[in-house]
């Protein structure tokens, strides 16, 4: 596997060996092992997710204030932007994000670790979504902060007419958002 880290440094993109010919590909979706030693951490994932999703579908930026959970998530199905905001207020990248394009095509992954806010738009006609967390979801202590903060400033693809989730409606502003320390 090849791991590139972000303009956030701890952000990475996960980049899988995919062996492919004219049958098909296959390809370790995830090894805990090779994980741990190609990222340097020691996280355990306790909680596999799918969600699938309809183009023009943004879901985020969702956190857990507490029981923060790390995100090793990836898209089997149709191709999404996909984006960490860092809300670690000691951090010297606090409230700049990162964005990447997960596709069926590029098999790429991304390390999203404790400490994010996340969220994502489904460019194209729908989108199978998975996710592995470090921590169960907690929703009492979900959060959210509105997709379109300019605070944030997220340039999210020009075509995306979102459509949100009650919730994710609800978002509250950068400013006003519970963050790390």
């Known amino acids: 596997m090849k791991v590139t880290p972000t303009a956030i ?40 997710n799918h969600s699938r999703s309809a183009k023009g579908v943004l879901r985020g930026l969702h956190y857990q204030i507490q029981q923060p959970q790390g995100k090793l998530v990836r898209v089997v199905r149709g191709a999404v932007f996909d984006v960490a905001v860092d809300i670690r207020k000691s951090s010297p990248t606090f409230g700049n994000w990162i964005g990447v394009e997960l596709s069926e095509e590029n098999h790429r992954q991304m390390w999203v670790p404790p400490g994010f806010a996340h969220g994502f738009v489904v460019t194209s ?35 995306a007419v979102p459509q949100l989730s009650a919730k994710d409606m609800l978002g509250k502003s950068f400013v006003s958002a519970d963050v790390f320390p």
């Open 9 to 48: 440094p701890e952000v990475l993109i996960i980049e899988p060996k995919v062996f492919g010919d004219a049958r098909g590909f296959f390809y370790e979706s995830f090894n805990q092992k090779a994980f741990n030693e190609s990222t340097g951490t020691n996280y355990q994932f306790v909680q596999d």
């Open 125 to 159: 006609e729908s989108a199978d979504f998975l996710y592995k967390t470090t921590d169960y979801y907690a929703p009492e202590y979900e959060r959210c902060i509105a997709w379109n903060d300019t605070s944030i400033g997220i340039q999210w693809p020009a075509d």
